[in-house]
């Protein structure tokens, strides 16, 4: 599909009828594009299963990463939420009542973006990032973890962390804690990477709870599971469950 002439491919689970609250899922990173309608598919069955409901459709948004810096990918991802708010009713036929989105990792970085750019009825997103680039990227720099293709991008483009690290920040997640339009819940499993995002998960939390232009925030911590909590936990999907019912 495509909006204003942006192109992005979607995934749509449309149960029988045709009237419909939607929810818009993004997948975590994967890095090759060859992947990323499998990674599509596998979070659009990931947030099927927190459901129990017929009248839910599901529209997962295959956004680019390879070759990217990131964040550049924001374009596409607003592409398929603009696409279901202005297109996909008549596209599809059918009546779109309320709409939600649904990030995981980096999915979550930009459902937490966009909240900050168009208001939808909720906004889920679990283990959201990365949070902090500057922080991610030093390690790497000093060798305590291993190079990611991320870093690498953001090195050619700006140098080191320590030569331009307001370009790092610009692009972390952490800059966009401020100016949620609708509600958010974050969901985070305590025993996710230590040095990276359970490192720096405490400030960003703060800081959201702290927000005083933010629609509600919601915070569900979740002790003993790591980067996929919001699908392992019987607690994170009643608590998903019940963020969407109370807002449809």
């Not at 929810?23 to 594009?33: A, E, N």
């Not at 080191?160 to 800059?175: K, M």
Request: charged share 15%; hydrophobic share 40%.
């Amino acid at each position: 599909m495509a909006h204003q002439g942006v192109s992005v491919d979607v995934v749509i689970d449309k149960p029988a009828g045709n009237a419909f609250d939607v929810l818009v899922v993004y997948h975590g990173t994967v890095m090759q594009d060859a992947l990323v309608m499998q990674a599509a598919q596998d979070t659009l069955d990931a947030f099927r299963g927190l459901l129990d409901d017929p009248t839910v459709m599901l529209v997962s948004v295959a956004y680019p990463e390879q070759n990217l810096l990131i964040g550049d990918n924001i374009v596409q991802a607003e592409a398929g939420l603009l696409w279901v708010k202005q297109q996909a009713a008549s596209a599809l036929g059918l009546q779109i009542r309320h709409i939600f989105l649904g990030g995981h990792s980096q999915g979550g970085y930009l459902v937490t973006r966009l909240n900050t750019m168009h208001p939808t009825r909720g906004v889920i997103a679990n283990a959201p990032g990365p949070i902090d680039l500057v922080h991610r990227c030093r390690l790497e720099e000093e060798g305590t973890i291993p190079t990611g293709e991320h870093c690498t991008r953001l090195r050619l483009a700006y140098g080191t962390t320590a030569v331009n690290p307001g370009a790092y920040t610009a692009r972390s997640l952490g800059h966009f804690t401020q100016g949620y339009l609708s509600d958010i819940l974050f969901v985070q499993g305590l025993e996710d990477a230590r040095l990276t995002q359970m490192a720096v998960w405490p400030g960003f939390k703060q800081r959201v709870q702290a927000c005083t232009n933010c629609s509600g925030v919601q915070v569900l911590e979740l002790q003993g599971l790591g980067h996929t909590a919001l699908f392992n936990s019987v607690q994170a999907r009643d608590t998903f469950r019940a963020f969407l019912n109370a807002r449809r």
